[in-house]
């Protein structure tokens, strides 16, 4: 269901977006299989390589749904449409894993070039938390963001939610026709876990998603 997913998300995070910020102020771009443009590795980079223009003050949600894999040294990577096999062995492969996997290294890097200092990353994938380390290193803040940090009343930073353990996979149920991370976080979206009854906020978003996990897949 990962292209389902893909394309619900987006379309729960566009009403959301575009109820508090304006129509005009969201960017949604989505890649996904069936859709206008497919989650190939080009197009993975270009969406990233976009988000370079973005001001400090913007906020930057990136959401991958699909198959992940744990790779030897601990690093993750996150299979794209070109992807042939997802055997931890072949993507061992450099030339494999440049054409066919986008690496937790590589997303690290991708979202240190953005200016933007509110981000958040969330992975429905098997594997997801071996991304932790590298997703987690230190971000280095440019003395001007820092300036425009100074500015900004609202919390910034980086947000992570991972769909799993680092040797575990990310389930999806046939009775809901989702992920069971991504249907946690549209519940909670819709009204399960919004602050004040009306806003989406990062914080208790996730803690929800964390809490109704499990209690979802003790089921299947």
Same mark, same amino acid.
């Given at each position: 269901?990962?292209?389902?997913?893909?394309?619900?998300f987006?379309s729960?995070?566009?009403?959301a977006?575009?109820?508090?910020?304006?129509?005009?102020?969201?960017e949604?771009?989505?890649?996904?299989?069936?859709?206008?443009?497919? @989650?190939t590795?080009?197009?993975?980079?270009?969406?990233?390589?976009?988000? =370079?223009?973005?001001?400090?003050?913007?906020?930057?949600?990136?959401? %991958?749904?699909?198959?992940?894999?744990?790779?030897?040294?601990?690093?993750? #990577?996150?299979?794209?449409?070109?992807?042939?096999?997802?055997? @931890?062995?072949?993507?061992?492969?450099?030339?494999?894993?440049?054409?066919?996997?986008?690496?937790?290294?590589?997303?690290?890097?991708?979202?240190k070039?953005? @200016?933007?200092?509110?981000?958040?990353?969330?992975?429905?994938?098997?594997?997801a938390? #071996?991304? #932790?380390?590298? %997703? +987690?290193?230190?971000?280095q803040?440019? #003395?001007?963001q820092?300036?425009?940090?100074?500015?900004?009343?609202?919390?910034?930073?980086?947000?992570?939610?991972?769909?799993?353990?680092?040797?575990?996979?990310?389930?999806?149920?046939?009775?809901?026709?989702?992920?069971?991370?991504?249907?946690?976080?549209? +519940?909670?979206?819709?009204?399960?876990?919004?602050?004040?009854?009306e806003?989406v906020?990062?914080? @208790?978003?996730?803690?929800?998603?964390?809490?109704?996990?499990?209690?979802?897949? =003790?089921?299947?």
């Amino acid at each position: 269901y990962a292209a389902k997913d893909a394309r619900d998300f987006a379309s729960a995070l566009e009403r959301a977006a575009v109820g508090l910020l304006g129509k005009e102020r969201v960017e949604v771009r989505l890649l996904a299989s069936g859709s206008k443009e497919a @989650p190939t590795r080009a197009n993975l980079e270009k969406a990233f390589a976009s988000l =370079r223009s973005a001001r400090p003050a913007d906020v930057v949600v990136v959401y %991958l749904a699909g198959h992940g894999v744990g790779l030897p040294g601990g690093e993750y #990577a996150y299979l794209t449409s070109e992807a042939r096999s997802g055997s @931890p062995e072949a993507l061992a492969d450099p030339e494999i894993r440049k054409r066919q996997a986008v690496t937790s290294g590589e997303l690290t890097a991708w979202f240190k070039a953005s @200016p933007a200092l509110k981000q958040v990353m969330i992975l429905d994938t098997c594997a997801a938390g #071996a991304a #932790a380390k590298k %997703l +987690m290193e230190h971000r280095q803040v440019a #003395a001007d963001q820092v300036r425009a940090l100074a500015r900004l009343r609202d919390r910034t930073g980086f947000h992570v939610l991972m769909g799993c353990a680092a040797d575990r996979v990310s389930y999806e149920a046939t009775r809901f026709a989702q992920g069971l991370l991504t249907y946690s976080l549209l +519940m909670g979206m819709k009204g399960a876990a919004l602050r004040e009854g009306e806003y989406v906020d990062v914080a @208790p978003l996730f803690q929800f998603a964390a809490d109704q996990v499990p209690a979802l897949a =003790r089921d299947i």
